[in-house]
């Protein structure tokens, strides 16, 4: 009986659903009075303009608004807004500071949108424990200067201003992951309001312990699930000492092989390096354009080193030789913050330099990464292919731990230049595979990746996925169209 419900549960979860609710794009007016009952009148909206300005991200897909957006205060009103959609069948879209590659704010199926900004109070934070608690509407840069005199930081980086809840449910990294790691190792502890409005919290509530053998780790289920699985209303994080000191670095290199052949050594050697990124040549002629630097228009690294004064000699002094047995340049310091910001800064605006290369087109990232092994050969062959396409694009990432984005800045309303995106685009995500990688490595599965998913994990790994799917979501109204 038990295996037919959940047959009959993922017959569901493959159709198109008809909710009893709404008409397309229609939401009634009882149930639109009983939202603004639990969020208050100021906090529901159905303007044409807000609807739309929810259902797009930084990514090419286009924009899907919802029918209604909400702005809930805290997690009980959360839990009853997702309980009245639940009982009349209207899908679920969260949202945060909709900075997202992958469109997994698109509302595809309509619904209600869950913008959770407003819950942006920092909770428990336990200096001598190292962690903290955030609502959804804390961003990374946020929690960092509310922690700037603690000794303590959150390491993790995505670059935009993104919120941390948001980060967990994409799984995010960035520029520090290569020393700090992801969001996977630094989340510790969840509270999230599953589709029927039950609230979890997934390592039990108010725990906050660095490692533990305690059944199913539910934390890790949540972490990338990108918002189909419930709403993420609370986030336990791992804080990490402000180091003594940091100095950043650049230095160009001859050849896309020769900076990639020096950053897998300077892993090789075991160098503690707390940032290491990939720029070639089209990136920095960008990013010199775009953030007014005069760096050499040649693939370039620039590195960052974290720890006590004398570390920081050691290290530096380990990772030039390795440079300039590739033929890599003198290093060009940043050693002041100020230096050291406007450097970081231009790398985390190269989104937009390339955007600049072409005013008024699209950007599409990649965002594959694979063993560390396998990294010279893939971003070689893929800048080869991208002279070859005649596509606009740059190259850059995060090296350190194999991952990296080819931006290709297009015109989505050229269906030859669209197709050719596509074709390129494709063809990197299943090198990527058969170098036993992955297709995405920190932005996640969205819209555009569910055949690469299936591809990457297999037949019965993606049922697996289905049927937690189902288990969570019977009715199929978190984040619909998303992953699966």
Not at 271 to 288: G, K, M, Q, Y
Not at 304 to 309: A, L, R, S, V
Not at 337 to 347: Q, S
Request: glycine share 10%; net charge neutral.
């Amino acid at each position: 009986m038990a295996l037919l419900k959940l047959q009959g549960a993922m017959r569901i979860f493959s159709c198109q659903r008809s909710y009893s609710l709404k008409a397309q794009g229609q939401l009634t007016k009882d149930f639109m009075e009983a939202l603004k009952a639990v969020a208050g009148s100021s906090n529901v909206s159905m303007s044409l303009a807000v609807r739309e300005q929810h259902g797009r991200d930084e990514s090419m897909h286009r924009c899907s608004p919802p029918d209604a957006v909400v702005w809930p205060q805290d997690v009980e009103q959360v839990s009853k807004l997702a309980a009245m959609c639940y009982s009349q069948g209207v899908p679920i879209i969260p949202f945060g500071t909709g900075t997202g590659l992958e469109g997994g704010v698109s509302a595809v199926k309509g619904g209600v949108c869950f913008n959770l900004t407003r819950m942006d109070r920092i909770l428990q934070l336990n200096t001598e424990d190292f962690t903290v608690a955030v609502e959804p509407g804390v961003t990374h840069k946020a929690l960092n200067s509310y922690l700037r005199d603690s000794g303590l930081w959150f390491p993790v980086d995505p670059g935009a201003d993104a919120s941390l809840c948001g980060m967990a449910a994409t799984s995010a990294s960035g520029t520090n992951a290569v020393r700090y790691g992801t969001m996977r190792h630094n989340v510790l502890n969840l509270q999230v309001v599953l589709p029927d409005g039950r609230v979890l919290h997934t390592a039990g509530q108010g725990r906050h312990f660095r490692k533990s053998s305690a059944g199913y780790n539910l934390t890790g289920l949540f972490i990338g699930s990108e918002g189909t699985l419930g709403l993420i209303t609370q986030a336990t994080l791992k804080l990490h000492g402000t180091p003594e000191a940091m100095v950043s670095a650049v230095c160009s290199f001859p050849s896309v092989q020769a900076a990639v052949d020096c950053t897998v050594q300077v892993l090789q050697a075991s160098i503690p390096i707390a940032r290491i990124e990939f720029l070639d040549d089209v990136t920095i002629s960008a990013c010199n354009q775009f953030s007014g630097l005069s760096y050499a228009v040649s693939p370039t690294l620039f590195l960052e080193f974290h720890g006590t004064p004398r570390s920081l000699e050691e290290q530096v002094q380990n990772t030039e030789d390795i440079v300039q047995l590739n033929g890599g340049s003198d290093f060009a310091w940043a050693r002041e913050p100020e230096m050291r910001n406007k450097l970081w800064t231009a790398r985390h605006n190269a989104w937009y330099a390339a955007l600049a290369l072409r005013p008024g087109s699209k950007g599409y990232s990649t965002d594959v990464c694979v063993p560390i092994s396998q990294l010279p050969k893939i971003v070689v062959e893929t800048k080869r292919d991208l002279e070859e396409s005649g596509l606009t694009g740059t190259i850059f990432g995060h090296v350190g731990d194999g991952n990296f984005h080819c931006i290709l800045v297009h015109n989505p309303d050229d269906p030859d230049e669209s197709r050719r995106v596509k074709d390129f685009t494709d063809q990197l995500a299943r090198r990527a595979l058969a170098l036993n990688g992955t297709c995405t490595g920190e932005h996640g599965i969205g819209l555009g990746k569910r055949q690469l998913l299936q591809e990457e994990i297999g037949e019965v790994g993606l049922a697996i996925m289905k049927q937690i799917k189902v288990m969570l979501d019977p009715k199929n109204l978190m984040n619909p169209g998303k992953v699966l």
